[in-house]
Nanobody, 124 residues
Framework: QVKLVESGGGLVQAGDSLRISCTNSARPFSQYAMGWFRQAPGQEREFVASLNWNGRTTYYSDSVKGRFTISRDNAKNTVYLQMNSLKPEDTAVYYC?????????????????WGQGTQVTVSS
């Protein structure tokens, strides 16, 4: 069972930046694609960003493209989500997920293991 732990969430103001992290026990980490999803109260979980094993292939949802950057450090078994120009509508619980595949998926059903989530709140 792969264990994932997110961290770095918090309360920020609109326009601020925040970086959240996800450390996981997947071995070898370099063979896993990673994704970030988010879920706001009363809404379904939605795709945010994903990347392949070496970080050279990335996908973003239209709502975060140009503001968020996903990256990974395989030596640290960690994936990051740098969030800039945050908006109140970015408020949600952010989850990281992992799947042992070459292609970084953009749908939640493709992922095998999930973290417990970290809360990001953006005030206006």
């Amino acid at each position: 069972q792969v264990k994932l732990v997110e961290s770095g969430g918090g309360l920020v103001q609109a326009g601020d930046s925040l970086r959240i992290s996800c450390t996981n026990s997947a071995r070898p980490f370099s063979q896993y694609a990673m994704g970030w999803f988010r879920q706001a109260p009363g809404q379904e979980r939605e795709f945010v960003a994903s990347l392949n094993w070496n970080g050279r292939t990335t996908y973003y949802s239209d709502s975060v493209k140009g503001r968020f950057t996903i990256s990974r450090d395989n030596a640290k078994n960690t994936v990051y989500l740098q969030m800039n120009s945050l908006k109140p509508e970015d408020t949600a619980v952010y989850y990281c997920a992992v799947v042992r595949t070459v292609v970084p998926a953009t749908t939640s059903v493709a992922y095998e293991n999930w973290g417990q989530g970290t809360q990001v709140t953006v005030s206006s």
